[in-house]
């Protein structure tokens, strides 16, 4: 896979322009193809393992593609295709950068084969090399527009939150090496039982929470996010932040005690994370920053399956644990789906409209209709209504919560468990408001604004990968029950000693699901011969056009159309704990008798980031800059730390400080 | 199959009689039962006026909306007689297909981008929002009280062993009948009676349609309160026979329409900005009932 690798960003430098697209496109469905078929045959068969000795380390470096690898590698290599063909389409709008558009190609094969590492190293220094590869190279995804300054800084963001990340998961598996002496992840099963293997835990689970965007390491991805081209933001929600789900449950599979605390501080930290996610994305004008919230509430629903299953671990009710964990495999790989769909479609959108804010829009269904019906099958999936696939990974996780209500005897675990299902509830109906509110105001009613160009449909390549992903979302949604027995799979073989192998008592399950399947068939079918009969009975009647009834007004203006800010208002009132609305406003001249023109605007704030993340980091530069002086721009300086630091080196060693 | 036969027949007089009630109430006498249902059918042979602003979305919302109802209704058992469809979790499906319905009307009324009909269409989402989570709780606290998870098995395991649990009955009940309240958005919290623009959510929403559609949706509100009636009535029917549940199904459901045409007559629409207030009543009850039930299964130590 280097080597292809190798070659291909070879040959990407030496290509010429046109040609590099597809180059990039060949070079990763070869990848796609060689990780595909061991992660193929460990999804049906057994654990591939493998080994790379590399000259002047230590011990060979395990490679191993389990079922759990495999799941999320068959997740990013589907996302990545799809990005890759959506991306050709959509830079070709950005054919001045030249060199932006060449290093663009480089690192996004880059960053696919580095997710491929992060997920087939077992080893932990391999692992973490690949992690930062794939930072790094996803970093420089994102700041396609270096020339913007805002993308830059949208950028130095991403990538100082992302360095915490490493910062936090190299302690973590140093400490680990230190008490266990290897650096594998499967030496996290070998801790001696005390407080210290705790802190591991802890320790890593934050370094995987902030790339996986939970509260209140979320502030990265509405920034990114929007920031980013399309596909790229497409496949860094699609898949980057799930990475931070592989590498949870791949912590989470060791652990040995202690499953009930860290279940249910995981359902906690979810629960408020998809309440938080939601309510801000119900808010937002900006459609990428919507989406992006939106990926931080779906990571929040994929957590509460997590937590399930490990309080279903703690309980032993191994019914309980399975609904939850395969709930949150499915979840993700709906959510990558849908999120990828719905990214590509605001791009599609961004692309002819050039402006993110909802106000700006609207009628584009007439426009671009494809497109509008894409985003709006998106919509409804992430909505998690029926007859889609988003419904299928939710209704696991909420038959895992009825499970566990029902076999689960102590009594704060049940409030627990009742309250998961209600801020579920609330979570499904914000969302609802959330895509109504999006899809509504972006492509229905009248245009709002006048646009710098007559948009229209775009092409047939950015089109594609959205037919694929809905073929996709319809196989999941019609037949879940086979996507649930390999989650299922991945499940039994990731916990083999806590979850005891119960493929035979689970095929209730996968009859309930192939029902859910069947169902939402009948469901399609009655929507389209209820539809049938009503165009049979007035196809002959008359249906007169006419301007929207303005109840008796005759002169409608579009302004006075509903906007998605006063679609959200109410909400925005009841929520204003959450979320808080900054109204700023010019000054208003006293002396005249006639206003003139006068700007007002309102925005909705995050309130973590606003009163926790960005104080925390102020406080912490504020320190830093003590040591400032250090860097001080004089070359003969910077000779004399190096000079310094060798010295220091040889006195250690000198004196045995250092081994 | 029981169900369903019963609910399309009480959905034909239902709001028949509300309007009775009420005005009897005031004091009229009244169109007679089925004038409601005969006023749909007139609407259902007219021709339509669509708005030059509106896409494909207005044309199929109306139907899809009808469609998802009739789904949810096809879930619905009858005491001992599961409905068409019926498997564990059947109720989670239940609420969700309520909300694709659901999602389908909010568009259409955005799609014809009046400031109106996005005003109801905002409170809608809204509303339905917030009466979520009550539903949820209350299929919860009855899953654990019976220990099943599906319509059927719930009302057919349902049976009262203390008073404590009586009272359990007789919230639930209520939930229910607020919960089609607010679906429908009825008395407390909007007024369907007055003129069109007036109303504030459901009946602002569907300003433009007209005709056949029209008719579609004001069908669908009648079947949606004889599908939270059936609900109500599965609370008390248990595993009777035929001879004595159906008359039972009717005589409640009867009771069920009676009651809201008083509830109608005599209290007044609540301010906009109070209702969500009103609503987490639902959500509080629900979770009384909670407790109800791990107090009568024994849980609290």
Same mark, same amino acid.
């Given at each position: 896979?280097?080597?292809?690798?190798?070659?291909g960003?070879?040959?990407?430098?030496?290509?010429?322009?046109?040609?590099?697209?597809?180059?990039?496109?060949f070079? /990763?469905?070869?990848?796609?193809?060689?990780?595909?078929?061991?992660?193929?045959?460990?999804?049906?068969?057994?654990?591939?393992?493998?080994?790379?000795?590399?000259?002047?380390?230590?011990?060979?470096?395990? +490679?191993?593609?389990?079922?759990? !690898?495999?799941?999320?590698?068959?997740?990013?290599?589907?996302?990545?295709?799809?990005?890759?063909i959506? #991306?050709?389409?959509?830079?070709?709008?950005?054919?001045?950068?030249?060199?932006?558009? @060449?290093?663009?190609?480089?690192?996004?094969?880059?960053?696919?084969?580095?997710?491929?590492? /992060?997920?087939?190293?077992?080893?932990?220094?391999?692992? $973490?090399?690949?992690?930062?590869?794939?930072?790094?190279?996803?970093?420089?995804?994102?700041? %396609?527009?270096?020339?913007?300054k805002?993308?830059?800084?949208?950028?130095?963001?991403?990538?100082?939150?992302?360095?915490?990340s490493?910062?936090?998961?190299?302690?973590?598996?140093?400490?680990?090496?230190?008490?266990?002496?290897?650096?594998?992840?499967?030496?996290?099963?070998?801790?001696?039982?005390?407080?210290? !293997?705790?802190?591991?835990?802890?320790?890593?689970?934050?370094?995987?929470?902030?790339?996986?965007?939970?509260?209140?390491?979320?502030? *990265?991805?509405?920034?990114?996010?929007?920031?980013?081209?399309?596909?790229?933001?497409?496949?860094m929600?699609?898949?980057?932040?799930?990475?931070?789900?592989?590498?949870?449950?791949?912590?989470?599979?060791?652990l040995?005690?202690?499953?009930?605390?860290?279940? @249910?501080?995981?359902l906690?930290?979810?629960?408020?994370?998809?309440?938080?996610?939601?309510? &801000?994305?119900?808010?937002?004008y900006?459609?990428?920053?919507?989406?992006?919230?939106?990926?931080i509430?779906?990571?929040?629903i994929?957590?509460?399956?997590?937590?399930?299953g490990?309080?279903?671990?703690?309980?032993?009710?191994?019914?309980?644990?399975?609904?939850?964990?395969?709930?949150?495999?499915?979840?993700?790989?709906?959510?990558?789906?849908?999120?990828s769909?719905l990214?590509?479609?605001?791009?599609?959108?961004?692309?002819?409209?050039h402006?993110?804010?909802?106000?700006?829009l609207?009628?584009?269904?007439?426009?671009?209709?494809?497109?509008?019906?894409?985003?709006?099958?998106?919509?409804?999936?992430?909505?998690?209504?029926?007859?889609?696939?988003?419904?299928?990974?939710?209704?696991?996780?909420?038959? #895992?919560l009825?499970?566990?209500?029902?076999?689960?005897?102590?009594?704060s675990?049940?409030?627990?468990?009742?309250?998961?299902?209600?801020?579920?509830a609330?979570?499904?109906?914000?969302?609802?408001?959330?895509?109504?509110?999006?899809?509504?105001?972006?492509?229905?009613g009248?245009?709002?604004?006048?646009?710098h160009?007559?948009?229209?449909?775009?092409?047939?390549?950015?089109?594609?990968?959205?037919?694929?992903?809905?073929?996709?979302?319809?196989?999941?949604?019609?037949?879940p029950?086979?996507?649930?027995?390999?989650?299922?799979?991945?499940?039994?073989?990731?916990?083999?000693?806590?979850i005891?192998?119960?493929?035979?008592?689970?095929?209730? /399950?996968?009859?309930?699901?192939?029902?859910?399947?069947?169902?939402?068939?009948?469901?399609? #079918?009655?929507?389209?011969?209820?539809?049938?009969?009503?165009?049979?009975?007035?196809r002959?009647?008359?249906?007169?056009?006419?301007?929207t009834?303005?109840?008796?007004?005759?002169?409608?203006?579009?302004?006075?159309?509903?906007?998605?800010?006063?679609?959200?208002?109410?909400?925005?009132?009841?929520?204003r704990?959450?979320?808080k609305?900054?109204?700023?406003?010019?000054?208003?001249?006293?002396?005249?008798?006639?206003?003139?023109?006068?700007?007002?605007?309102?925005?909705?704030?995050?309130?973590? @980031?606003?009163?926790?993340?960005?104080?925390?980091?102020?406080?912490?530069?504020?320190?830093? &800059?003590?040591?400032?002086?250090?860097? &001080?721009?004089?070359?003969?300086?910077?000779?004399l730390?190096?000079?310094?630091?060798?010295?220091?080196?040889?006195?250690?060693?000198?004196?045995?400080?250092?081994? | 199959?029981?169900?369903?036969?019963?609910?399309?027949?009480?959905?034909?007089?239902?709001?028949?009689?509300?309007?009775?009630?009420?005005?009897?109430?005031?004091?009229?006498?009244?169109?007679?039962?089925?004038?409601?249902?005969?006023?749909?059918?007139?609407? *259902?042979?007219?021709?339509?006026?669509?708005?030059?602003?509106?896409?494909?979305?207005f044309?199929?919302?109306p139907?899809?909306?009808?469609a998802?109802?009739?789904?949810?209704?096809?879930?619905?058992?009858?005491?001992?007689?599961?409905?068409?469809?019926?498997?564990?979790?059947?109720?989670?499906?239940?609420?969700?297909?309520?909300?694709?319905?659901?999602?389908?009307?909010?568009? !259409?009324?955005?799609?014809?981008?009046?400031s109106?009909?996005?005003?109801?269409?905002?409170? @809608?989402?809204?509303?339905?929002?917030?009466?979520?989570?009550?539903?949820?709780?209350?299929?919860?606290?009855?899953?654990?009280?019976?220990?099943?998870?599906?319509?059927?098995?719930?009302?057919?395991?349902l049976?009262y062993?203390?008073?404590?649990s009586?009272? $359990?009955?007789?919230?639930?009940?209520?939930?229910?009948?607020? +919960?089609?309240?607010?679906?429908?958005?009825r008395?407390?919290?909007?007024?369907?009676?007055?003129h069109?623009?007036?109303?504030?959510?459901?009946?602002?929403? +569907?300003?433009?349609? !007209?005709?056949?559609?029209?008719?579609?949706?004001?069908?669908?509100?009648?079947?949606?309160?004889?599908?939270y009636?059936?609900?109500?009535?599965?609370?008390?029917?248990?595993?009777?026979?035929?001879?004595?549940?159906?008359?039972?199904?009717?005589?409640?459901q009867?009771?069920?329409?009676?009651?809201? #045409?008083?509830?109608?007559?005599?209290?007044?629409?609540?301010?906009?900005?109070?209702?969500?207030?009103?609503?987490? +009543?639902l959500?509080?009850?629900?979770?009384?009932?909670? %407790?109800?039930?791990?107090?009568?299964?024994?849980?609290f130590?």
């Open positions: 896979m280097a080597l292809v690798l190798g070659s960003v070879l040959g990407l430098i030496i290509v010429r322009e046109s040609y590099r697209p597809l180059l990039a496109l070079v /990763v469905v070869v990848n796609t193809i060689l990780s595909s078929i061991p992660s193929i045959l460990a999804l049906i068969g057994d654990t591939q393992t493998g080994a790379l000795s590399i000259p002047h380390f230590t011990g060979d470096i395990v +490679i191993r593609i389990d079922s759990l !690898s495999a799941w999320f590698i068959l997740i990013i290599n589907f996302t990545s295709i799809t990005g890759v959506y #991306g050709s389409g959509y830079l070709k709008a950005y054919s001045h950068l030249k060199v932006n558009r @060449e290093l663009h190609w480089i690192f996004y094969t880059l960053f696919h084969a580095s997710m491929l590492w /992060v997920c087939i190293f077992e080893h932990g220094v391999g692992f $973490l090399i690949s992690w930062e590869l794939m930072s790094l190279s996803s970093l420089m995804l994102v700041i %396609f527009e270096f020339q913007n805002a993308t830059l800084k949208a950028g130095i963001n991403y990538m100082v939150q992302m360095h915490l490493v910062v936090l998961l190299t302690l973590g598996f140093i400490w680990l090496y230190f008490i266990t002496g290897s650096f594998g992840f499967s030496a996290l099963a070998q801790m001696p039982l005390n407080n210290a !293997s705790v802190w591991v835990f802890i320790l890593l689970f934050a370094g995987f929470a902030i790339k996986a965007g939970f509260i209140p390491f979320h502030s *990265w991805l509405p920034h990114a996010h929007p920031a980013a081209p399309s596909h790229i933001s497409g496949v929600s699609g898949v980057i932040v799930k990475l931070g789900i592989y590498g949870i449950l791949r912590i989470i599979m060791y040995r005690y202690d499953w009930l605390l860290f279940g @249910e501080v995981i906690i930290l979810s629960l408020t994370t998809a309440l938080y996610g939601i309510a &801000n994305a119900a808010l937002k900006d459609f990428k920053q919507m989406l992006a919230y939106c990926t509430e779906n990571v929040g994929i957590g509460i399956g997590l937590g399930i490990l309080i279903g671990i703690g309980n032993r009710d191994s019914t309980m644990a399975i609904l939850g964990f395969s709930g949150a495999l499915l979840h993700t790989l709906n959510h990558s789906l849908f999120k769909l990214f590509f479609g605001a791009g599609s959108v961004y692309q002819q409209t402006t993110r804010n909802i106000e700006h609207g009628g584009l269904i007439k426009k671009m209709p494809v497109t509008a019906v894409l985003f709006l099958i998106g919509a409804m999936a992430i909505g998690g209504v029926p007859p889609f696939n988003g419904f299928v990974s939710e209704f696991i996780i909420y038959k #895992g009825f499970k566990g209500l029902l076999s689960i005897q102590g009594i675990q049940s409030i627990l468990l009742v309250l998961t299902i209600t801020g579920l609330i979570v499904g109906g914000m969302s609802l408001m959330t895509f109504t509110k999006t899809f509504g105001v972006i492509f229905l009248n245009p709002r604004k006048e646009l160009h007559e948009p229209k449909e775009s092409s047939f390549v950015m089109l594609l990968p959205q037919y694929l992903i809905v073929a996709a979302m319809f196989g999941v949604a019609l037949a029950g086979f996507f649930f027995s390999y989650a299922l799979k991945v499940v039994t073989d990731a916990f083999p000693k806590t005891p192998d119960v493929m035979g008592s689970m095929s209730p /399950v996968i009859d309930n699901l192939s029902n859910i399947g069947l169902v939402s068939l009948v469901f399609m #079918g009655l929507l389209v011969s209820v539809y049938g009969i009503r165009w049979l009975l007035i002959k009647r008359d249906a007169d056009p006419y301007e009834w303005g109840c008796g007004y005759i002169a409608p203006v579009k302004k006075a159309q509903y906007t998605g800010q006063s679609f959200t208002r109410s909400f925005g009132l009841l929520f704990f959450m979320v609305e900054k109204k700023s406003a010019e000054k208003f001249p006293k002396q005249r008798i006639y206003p003139e023109s006068y700007r007002f605007s309102t925005n909705y704030i995050d309130l973590l @980031e606003r009163y926790l993340v960005i104080p925390l980091a102020k406080r912490l530069t504020f320190m830093l &800059n003590y040591f400032q002086f250090i860097q &001080n721009g004089q070359i003969q300086s910077y000779v730390y190096g000079l310094f630091f060798i010295i220091l080196i040889f006195l250690g060693t000198a004196f045995n400080l250092i081994h | 199959m029981v169900s369903l036969l019963l609910i399309l027949i009480m959905s034909l007089f239902f709001s028949g009689i509300i309007i009775r009630t009420k005005s009897i109430m005031s004091g009229r006498k009244g169109p007679g039962i089925f004038q409601p249902m005969l006023d749909i059918f007139r609407l *259902w042979k007219k021709g339509s006026v669509v708005s030059t602003t509106t896409s494909f979305i044309q199929i919302a139907t899809a909306y009808f998802s109802v009739i789904m949810a209704v096809l879930m619905i058992p009858h005491g001992s007689n599961p409905g068409f469809i019926s498997f564990e979790g059947d109720f989670i499906m239940f609420a969700y297909i309520l909300a694709f319905g659901k999602f389908l009307m909010i568009i !259409s009324a955005l799609d014809t981008g009046s109106f009909e996005g005003m109801g269409a905002s409170r @809608e989402a809204l509303f339905s929002m917030l009466v979520e989570p009550a539903f949820f709780i209350l299929l919860g606290s009855f899953a654990l009280f019976t220990g099943q998870n599906s319509f059927h098995d719930i009302f057919s395991s049976h062993g203390s008073q404590i009586y009272l $359990l009955g007789g919230l639930a009940s209520f939930v229910l009948v607020l +919960i089609a309240m607010i679906e429908n958005s008395m407390p919290l909007d007024d369907p009676k007055t069109l623009e007036l109303t504030m959510i459901h009946e602002v929403m +569907i300003l433009d349609n !007209s005709g056949f559609d029209l008719g579609v949706i004001l069908y669908t509100t009648n079947l949606k309160f004889a599908m009636g059936a609900l109500i009535s599965n609370f008390f029917i248990g595993m009777l026979p035929f001879e004595i549940s159906i008359p039972m199904f009717f005589s409640i009867i009771v069920f329409a009676v009651a809201v #045409g008083i509830i109608e007559s005599f209290m007044a629409r609540f301010r906009m900005g109070h209702n969500p207030q009103f609503v987490f +009543i959500t509080s009850v629900s979770l009384l009932i909670f %407790f109800g039930v791990l107090l009568v299964l024994g849980k130590v």
